[in-house]
């Protein structure tokens, strides 16, 4: 069965940085598409970046030029580096692929 593990998230100050990783298992990671997705309390999922099996990647207009998605297919590994953070970042991140998701992870950025 697929699994998808993350880690990485915690509280920093705006203008911080936080680097999440997802490890997959159950899937033949190289030829899979991987995403972030987060949700913040009362608002619904949201794309954040995703990447392709090629690695070409699309981020959402809010995070564009602050987050950077990518991956390590050996190690089945997906990573989002996000600097800059706003207080508007704070969500749950979720790691996904397909109809599979991660549990999520939170992050908290305070002003």
């Known amino acids: 069965q697929v699994q998808l593990v993350e880690s990485g998230g915690g509280s920093v100050q705006a203008g911080g940085s936080l680097r999440l990783s997802c490890v997959a298992s159950g899937i033949i990671f190289s030829v899979n598409p991987m995403a972030w997705y987060r949700q913040a309390p009362g608002k619904q999922r949201e794309l954040v970046a995703q990447?392709?099996?090629?690695?070409?990647?699309t981020y959402a207009d809010s995070v564009k030029g602050r987050f950077t998605i990518s991956r390590v297919n050996i190690k089945k590994m997906v990573y989002l580096q996000m600097n800059s953070l706003k207080p508007e970042d704070t969500a749950v991140y979720y790691c996904?692929?397909?109809?599979?998701w991660g549990q999520g992870t939170q992050v908290t950025v305070s002003s």
């Open positions: 990447i392709s099996s090629t690695g070409t990647t």
């Open positions: 996904a692929t397909g109809k599979d």
